[in-house]
């Protein structure tokens, strides 16, 4: 993990308004995204999934599973954030249950992502290997 500092408000008090929750709950979303490489290879892949889905035209229902499937990768990618951040701040020298912590959390992600390779190479697979055959074969079918 990085050895970035995440903005901690001075006054320290819970927040008062769902505004302020909102406020807080993206700063977390931004801390992901500068701080773990990671994220950013799970957002490429999110929009490219996205992209060949809107190219295939897919169903409501492989929508659905599609982004929720991406969304347990991103939740995945949080959690395991936060516990490592958690895990330092409690442990700061290694500590064999420490290295435990953080190597279970980041499997979520790895299990997570595994999971929704397969996901896409099962939904949107024959069907992109169905228009690239069409291509191949027959490129006037596909004007």
């Known amino acids: 993990m990085a050895n970035v500092k995440p903005d901690i408000p001075e006054d320290n008090r819970r927040s008062v308004s769902r505004i302020a929750s909102f406020r807080h709950a993206f700063a977390g979303w931004w801390y992901v995204l500068r701080t773990q490489h990671n994220a950013w290879i799970h957002a490429v892949a999110s929009l490219a999934v996205l992209g060949i889905a809107l190219w295939l035209r897919v169903g409501r229902i492989d929508w659905a599973i599609l982004i929720l499937t991406i969304a347990v990768v991103w939740v995945a990618e949080f959690v395991n954030t936060a516990v ?28 997570a992502a595994l999971t929704a390779a397969g996901v896409g190479l099962l939904l949107l697979g024959p069907p992109v290997w169905a228009r690239l055959a069409a291509l191949a074969f027959c490129p006037e079918q596909m004007r």
Request: charged residues 20%.
């Open 84 to 111: 490592e951040a958690v895990v330092d701040l409690l442990s700061p020298d290694i500590h064999p249950l420490a290295k435990v912590a953080k190597d279970v959390a980041a499997a979520s992600v790895l299990i």
